[in-house]
């Protein structure tokens, strides 16, 4: 009876993914890292004032990076063209970009925490069990 529970949630989980590769919201880095069971998470802060254009394209490089790393192809793409507004030190451009950014970010978080629960649930119906 528990195989049928597994076996639902991973094809769950596999019309998300689907779904999200479709949407371009991940790439293949993803599935790589899926592979890796890291906890670690690291968390970016972005500041609004849009003063100081060259560190506002430091933190745009690093989350252009760190979403690369993790296969999210919509964030890192729009982390670019904000940068690229930050460079010809386009206010109206940054905050635009920001907006769009914080839209993507969420909308990636969010799909991520339902296929992150997909597979805690899939691996709990196939009775694995974590140290505790």
């Not at 009876?1 to 993803?30: K, W």
């Not at 060259?54 to 296969?71: A, E, F, R, T």
Request: glycine letters at 6%; one cysteine or more.
């Amino acid at each position: 009876m528990l195989g049928l529970g597994v076996d639902r949630l991973q094809a769950d989980i596999n019309r998300l993914l689907t779904s999200l590769f479709h949407q371009g919201v991940l790439d293949e880095q993803f599935l790589q890292l899926q592979q890796l069971q890291d906890d670690t998470s690291p968390t970016f802060v972005m500041d609004r004032e849009f003063s100081d254009y060259k560190k506002i394209g430091l933190h745009l490089n690093q989350l252009v990076g760190s979403s690369s790393s993790i296969g999210a192809r919509r964030v890192r793409n729009v982390c670019a063209a904000f940068r690229s507004a930050s460079e010809l030190n386009n206010r109206p451009g940054c905050l635009r970009g920001l907006e769009v950014v914080e839209h993507e970010y969420h909308y990636l978080k969010n799909m991520m925490h339902e296929l992150f629960q997909l597979e805690q649930q899939r691996l709990l119906a196939a009775g694995v069990r974590y140290p505790v």
